[in-house]
């Protein structure tokens, strides 16, 4: 049988990312014991995947060093599945972990949204975030050709940094129209600091077609992506690449504070000023809040934590600079709106659940996404709907049901690991 | 400390710089991560942990997601996408 | 004869869809009605075991009579149906429950069920995963296993074709006296209706008495190869017995995806479904004291289900207490996948008026009043 660890905090920080790395830091000023769990091997979620030990200075780093020279305890490696009444479990690669905490943070950041089109579960296709992560991972892309489609400022970040690897960035491909990005990028210059990024943005990206009103329509290959169809100005073209880094912008990962009862509006948790849930003691910062990028979330993540650890004036003093950065999740709401051609693009055969290989017709039949589920059995496989509910909510306009146990896919032995508690949480 | 590491993908050695997955130990070794009930290929799409689309024997214990593994010295890795 | 006005059932899980194929394939017309959609109930919650059972004669009687049916209709069914003949292997862990292994093999043989006992030695290699020693087992081959939401699907798309209408999303707010009304309003007029709502068969028809029974599954990834029968501890026998105690029993089940599916537990007057951690852990840790190297296997999804349960086990098929024209098709506890079909057939048999296959005073809906009286 496995181990079970126990470990106690009075502040538990959930997600390493940039929302949980600057929540941690602020609550550790007060003295007391901070966790911070996150399930990648090292901290720094997915914006700051690998920073942790690169050998250039960045903003990443200061805030690493940081943390390294904290009293946070970095708890690698370890996903949390379960939440009920002050206790967390966790599982790592040997053991299950039981984490009781006094205050709770919950920083689990966001994923991509995947759209299925023909040819979309080529081996070659990822997400726009998903090829960053890969390269950040030791995929070399150099001298690969890559096409980077979909929405939202992800793909921008990703072919800059993908030219930074060496690779040949063919085109940019944003289904947005041209006055909404045109409008998006006037209202971020507004932001504090983002005017001198666009710049430099713009110089990383020079020569590399921006094209917007323009949309994977398939992709093809035998075993492995060849060649990308898009759509431009009503007519197509084909592209051949190595890679297709396609993603939709980004969903928040709120199953977890779902779990812990807190209560969302309109998708995201609903936190007050001091970024607290509807659940008296359990914190939300960062992109499940709503997605805002790095500055938002730094900051929302430092009013979390000195908010968790009764620090409110501290809090208090970084509601202005919130505020100026808040406006971010407005800015993107107007600017990436998925348009109607999207729902068109899959055919009949095209897969929509890739874990059970569910077609898209096969869920036309039904009306309901538990019914899909339960007959077609969308969902139902180890992504536990992460890839495929937010399509099907798109294409279908289907409610997902509610959250259950585990939040990830454990061994049997962790499961039996969740501590019993009187009434389970409805 | 090494710059590199070699693991085995489907008994193929493959060197990977040192902290890189094995799921970039597989793509860099041509093979893909899985085969899916249907039988096609597939190879990651996320990158972060979420579409399970990487996953593949390491050491002998099958399901593993790779993006989220980091490379040790003589890994035995079986993709067989 | 003149055939009946438009038949209506209520529920369009596993029982009703088996009853709406059964009327259908007679000639009658049916109207099926579902407040959510196909097996939302306990039919999509369901392990899906087609087993023989021998807690008593009326419930060998109708567990047998079912399961030679769905062997019947194997051929017809397609691949989503999952039909898998892997048959039952009962395990012993000591003497005690080797000798129920010995009564059952008696029994069943008696009977013309074929089983087969196992030695300590057989069981294990019948079953790998299994923990030595056992006692021994025994194997009962003509058992199977059907994904339960599919099955249902399968019987109320042939209905359909034969003719029978479906209405999903609409809650049924009363029956009787030849009306089935929705809460909307609408009214349907028939001839019979059929009470196949499972748990909420007694908001529709007063007088009979079922209970949720809680239970819990887990369903893992993909190990093919990993497990080949459904596998239940005799144990299990002991804690089903148990009116009010919560219990956990050993039962696995393979699926075709090479998916195992782990259980089992039942629970009373637990009317959330939400998952209960302190039961879920028993369930699981039972299941590891038979076969230890499930704690490994990578678990998916975590569901409960209810089990419409009556006190004497036996579901209720016949007319409802207050009214003849309202035929009760419900409480099936555990066995409503198993005995669906002869559950259907015999509902068909009281509205034409024809002999049932087996006797169908065990399972009349007025045994209920007349027990209650004689207390």
Redesign the interface.
Known sequence: ??SVKQLRFDVAVVGAGPAGIAAALAAADSGKTIGLID???AAGG?IWR?AH?SAQPSASSIWFDRLNKSAVQTVR?TRVF?A?QGELTAESDDSATQISYGKLILATGA??L?LPFPGW?L?????A??????AK????ISGKRIVIAGTGPLLLAVAAYARQCGAKVVAICEQTTRPLMARFALKMTLVPGKAAEAVRLAYNLRGIPHWTDCWPVAAFGN??LESVRISRQGQTSEIECDYLACGFHLIPNIELPRMCGCRLENGFVEVDEYQQTSIAGTFCAGEPTGIGGLELALVAGEIAGYAATNWEDRARHLFSKRARYQKVVRILQDAFPLRPELKNLARPDTLVC????VSHQQLRE???W??AK??ARCG?????G??CAPAAQFLFGWEIDSV???LF?????????????SA??? | MSESVTVRVNGKPVT??A???V??AV??SGA?CRA???G??????????????C?VAINGEP?RRS????CEANMEIEAN? | MNKPAEIVIVGAGIVGAACALELSTEGLRVLVIDEG????GST?AAMGHIVVMDDSEAQFAITRYSQILWDDMREQLPPAVEFDPCGTLWVAADETEMAEVHRKFDYYRERGVNAEILDSQQVREAEPHLRAPLAGGLRVPGDSVVYP??AA?FLLQKARELGARAI??QPVASIGKGVARLADGTIFAAGFIINAAGQSAPKLSRGINIKPRKGHL?I??RYPNFLHHQVIELGYLKSAHSLTADSVAFNVQPRKTGQIL?GSSRQYGAE?S?????I??RM??R??EYMPD??????????TGFRPATPDKLPLIGPSPEDPSVLVAAGHEGLGITTSLATAKLICAQILGQRPAIPIQPYLPSRQVTAEAHV
Do not use: K, Y
């Open positions: 049988m496995d399930d990648n091997p997915q690998g030990n490696g379960h009920a994923r991509e995947f579960t081996p070659n296709v990822m997400g975030g998903g090829l960053q992560a890969l991972s030791g995929l070399d075993r492995r890739r874990c059970e290989d039904h009306s309901s538990r019914g339960l007959h139902m496989g180890p992504c536990q992460r890839v259950r146990p585990p896919p454990v061994r049997c032995s962790s499961l039996a690991a969740i501590p019993s508690h389970p949480r409805n | 990977v710089r902290g890189a997955t799921a970039v793509l860099a893909t899916s009930v249907s096609q290929p597939r190879s990651p799409l996320c990158g972060m942990g979420t579409c399970f689309e996953r399901q993006c989220q593994v980091l996408g | 959609f196909p097996s939302s999509g939401p599919c699907g999903h999303g887990v893992t990834d782990i959330n939400a998952v209960d951690e302190s879920l852990a699981l840790q299941a590891f499930l704690s490994q296997l990578s678990a998916i999804r975590v569901w």
